[in-house]
C-alpha cells in the first residue's frame, strides 16, 4: 500500500462512532469518547520540564548533561505522550495490526499536545520517517506516514516525497539494546532526490527509544542541504530511573 492509498483509506473513512479504548458510543470525537480523552492527559508530556532535544524531564526544560556531552543531530525534540498503556496498544494496534482506524485518534491526541514552539518554527517540508523496502512490503504501509496525513492537512504543511530518502533493511530497531540500536542505523538512510538548500524540515515517528533513527536520519539531511531539523513523536519511552 502506497502513501497515497494509505492516505485515501484514512481520510475516506466513515466517522468512528464507538471509542477505540472503551468501545462506548457516547460523546465520541475522532474515535475516542471524552472520558477516555480525559483519563488519556495523564499521559501527556511536559514540554516545560523536558530535555529540548531527548525529551529526559528535567525540571526547567533546560539541555541535560548528556545532551550537553553528545548533541544529538537534530535541533529540536519533542513527544506528545508517554509509551505507556493503553497508549503504547493503541500504537501497536496501528502498526503491527495494520488497524488504520487507530489513525486518526493517534493523530488526534498529537494535536491536543503540540509542540510548545510549534507556532514560532516555519517548516518547509514534514517527512515521516520513512522504513526499508522490505519492511513496507511486509507491513503494507507505514504508521508514520499514516499520521502525517492528518497532521500535515490540519497544519496545512508539505509532504517531503517518499522517494526523496532510501532506507537500507536493516533488522528492526525495537529488537536491539540502546548500543546497537546505533550501530544498526549506521548509514541506513540514502538521499536521494536533491534537497532545497537551507531548507527547514520536521520528522514525524510514531515512537522515540533512543533518537538512534532520528538521529542518523537527521544527519543525513543536514548533510544533504537541510539547515534545521526538527522531531515530533506520539510517544516517547518512559526514562529508567
Given at each position: 500500500m ?5 492516505w485515501r483509506r ?44 531527548c ?17 544529538p ?8 505522550l ?28 498529537m ?18 520517517v ?48 540502546g ?8 548509514n ?54
Amino acid at each position: 500500500m502506497d502513501f497515497l492509498s494509505c492516505w485515501r483509506r484514512i481520510a475516506d473513512a466513515p466517522t468512528i462512532r464507538r471509542c477505540v479504548l472503551c468501545h462506548g458510543s457516547s460523546g465520541v470525537s475522532d474515535g475516542i469518547c471524552g472520558g477516555c480523552r480525559d483519563d488519556l492527559a495523564a499521559y501527556r508530556t511536559d514540554a516545560a520540564n523536558s530535555c529540548p532535544l531527548c525529551f529526559r524531564h528535567i525540571q526547567g526544560g533546560s539541555v541535560c548533561g548528556a545532551c550537553q556531552k553528545k548533541p544529538p543531530a537534530f535541533d529540536r525534540m519533542w513527544a506528545s505522550l508517554y509509551y505507556e498503556l493503553p497508549v503504547s496498544n493503541m500504537i501497536r494496534a496501528l502498526k503491527h495490526l495494520a488497524d488504520l482506524s487507530m489513525a486518526r485518534p493517534l493523530a488526534d491526541l498529537m494535536m491536543q499536545n503540540p509542540p510548545d514552539r510549534l507556532a514560532d518554527e516555519c517548516f518547509d517540508f514534514v517527512l515521516p520517517v520513512p522504513l526499508g523496502k522490505e519492511r513496507l512490503l511486509q507491513r503494507g504501509f507505514n504508521q508514520s506516514e499514516s499520521i502525517v496525513g492528518l497532521l500535515a492537512q490540519h497544519y496545512g504543511w508539505r509532504t517531503l516525497p517518499r522517494h526523496t530518502v532510501f532506507r537500507r533493511h536493516r533488522p528492526p530497531q525495537s529488537t536491539l539494546k540502546g548500543s546497537e540500536r546505533r550501530r544498526n542505523i549506521k548509514n541506513a538512510f540514502e538521499i536521494r532526490e536533491p534537497l532545497p538548500k537551507g531548507c527547514n524540515i520536521l520528522l514525524i515517528d510514531d515512537v522515540f527509544t533512543t533518537g538512534a533513527t532520528l538521529n542518523e536520519l537527521a544527519k543525513m539531511l543536514k548533510k544533504s542541504g537541510a539547515r534545521r531539523v526538527c522531531c515530533w513523536t506520539l510517544a516517547r519511552t518512559p526514562m529508567k530511573k
